[in-house]
């Protein structure tokens, strides 16, 4: 199979609206082997369930993890005019050199569980627009930053972790949550990194601003409007992702922004998606509720770069480990009841 | 250093009446050091504690886990004769044929992990007497399986992980944990693997028969009448770690309830120990509460065998590898604020 690409939102629009299934006879054979190996049912609890679910994506009964990718995408954001930082957007390309450098978080949990990081600086001197005075993407650019992800997949990878930097894209995700989900801004607001009381009031004013100046409730729209480079690029990576049937880790409050618009936008296109963690910013969890999906880990973790999603990298590869390398109850003669 | 090791109870109870304590200079250097990474304060949430924690039982501001051991101790109970597990008691002696020939789950996790195991049988043909007749252990018998989980540690260990196997065990930790802490038997009794309603009655009029019969609340004798060899290996081998300055990641309901009876011996105790998960046995998260221990995970398992604790390894591993890999603002030339 030839996977498709695209030169227009609406053949993104296209592409997303044709969504891959997985392979129901491998999630069927790993959910038969998953019965007979040697413990008592569901003992392994959510380990199990991930590891069927991870079966039917990569279609195999007996799967192995032995090529994930991490990619982080960094954006800069014309918002952080408005101070909605407590650093200055130069923060964002020198912690583009530490990624590259291998000395930030992400390296060392890249290292840790075996995986491969690609870093993609997104026109980072061209910072988007402020969205508090027009939309933060003319459509170009938008579809070119939802193909720079999309390109960034390496098909023959078995495992994807989207990450991103941004100084200011906290603001930005919290737009596109109030966007999308009903309530206040204000309910999806946190401090971000390193914000005080009055910087999470500006905050607040911010976003009301930016949802009042870009009315278009569509959700790609939204993304469009209110995201960056690096959110979309999130997008276009899990939309390859899911056209190449590779099994993905969402990480945290701006990941999983992003990755909403694509949910509200084609119901089911996160079903290859697992949350990693839920993260301390104060609206993350709401989020995941909204697009039901139930975090891996929960360990106060705020940082972003894919790092939460990068370490539930460990507890995904258990999973499979256990799955694929336990014996059955036949197999070592082990009484199962 | 020497470290002492013990002929009797009594000798036991002075080892652990003398706690080591953690090098404090290398937690603040580790402290130090966790402020100067790159990342806003305090974004790698419950990592960062985790690694400082490792810095002062390991005695290095910037350590590496290199080493891990999991022992695994196997006992079988006398009170498997009232009918309390779904499971044969062959099943112990089956499982401990299935660690070594590397077929169960934590040899899966282990080898994800970079840990070896280590499989201690404990007189499986001789289980302990049913507690609901007497005491499960006569005084010579609980102080060898001490001193078979003690000697088990390998002193040149980094990370220890006890885990258990042991046919009606859950039984024997509800009533441990039922004796040390208030309430009635039942808030201690879950449903242990695969039990039905009226087992589950079953169970409760066990325990009580158990506690009645072993009216004594002093910890180590709770741990004695009504635990079983394999629970009080943990303790021991829990007891070296901490001599050794080991760090310890507890596993699940019965890891807990033995370990639990060492900190109700000696305050502080566990000082050593995080708790790799919370499981899906009913009384798991309360005994951690009761015990101040905050799971790391919570992926409904109830496996035993160390297996949520191994998983946890993963954790840890990601965190001391942040904090020993990340380059410092300096370093990297990133602004720090």
């Known amino acids: 199979m ?44 959510r380990l199990e369930e991930l590891a069927i679910w991870y079966a039917g ?7 192995e993890i032995v090529n ?13 005019a408005r101070g909605v930082s407590a650093f200055p957007s130069e923060v964002t390309v020198q912690m583009v050199a530490n990624f590259k450098a291998g000395g930030a978080a992400i390296n060392q949990l ?27 993407m003319e459509e170009v650019e938008f579809v070119d930053a939802l193909r720079t992800g999309w390109n960034a997949v390496d098909p023959a990878t078995d495992l994807l972790v989207t990450g991103e930097m941004g100084i200011g894209n906290t603001t930005s995700a919290s737009a596109i949550a109030a966007a999308l989900f009903d309530g206040q801004p204000s309910d999806w607001i946190g401090r971000g990194t390193g914000v005080s009381d009055e910087a999470l009031a500006l905050k607040i004013r911010v976003v009301e601003g930016g949802l009042e100046r870009n009315p278009d409730r569509e959700p790609l729209a939204i993304l469009q409007n209110l995201g960056g480079r690096e959110l979309a690029a999130m997008v276009g990576a899990i939309a390859r992702a899911r056209a190449e049937r590779i099994p993905v880790i969402l990480d945290g409050f701006i990941s999983t922004a992003a990755a909403a618009t694509l949910a509200c936008a ?72």
Chains 1, 2 share one sequence.
Do not use: Y
Not at 16 to 32: F, G, H, V
Not at 57 to 63: E, F, H, L
Not at 68 to 80: E, K, L, R, S, Y
């Open 2 to 45: 030839t996977t498709p690409t695209f030169a227009s939102l609406a053949e993104f629009r296209a592409i997303i609206s044709n969504l891959t299934a997985p392979e129901e006879s491998a999630a069927n054979a790993a959910r038969d082997r998953n019965n007979q190996l040697t413990k008592p049912p569901a003992a392994l609890g």
């Open 57 to 63: 994506w990569n279609g195999s009964a007996r799967p």
């Open 68 to 80: 994930p990718q991490i990619i982080i995408f960094a954006g800069n954001h014309g918002v952080t």
């Open 110 to 136: 890249a290292r840790t569980f075996g995986a491969r990081i690609d870093v993609h600086a997104m026109d980072l001197e061209r910072p988007t627009a402020d969205f508090t005075q027009g939309p933060a």
């Open 266 to 337: 084609q119901p089911g296109a996160l079903d290859h998606c697992v949350a990693g963690h839920v993260s301390a910013e104060a609206a993350h969890g709401e989020m995941l509720a909204r697009l039901g999906l139930n975090p891996l880990l929960d360990l106060g973790m705020r940082l972003g770069e894919g790092s939460g999603a990068a370490l539930a990298i460990g507890v995904l590869k258990g999973a499979i480990a256990c799955h694929s390398g336990m014996a059955t109850f036949a197999e070592a003669g082990v009484s199962d009841s």
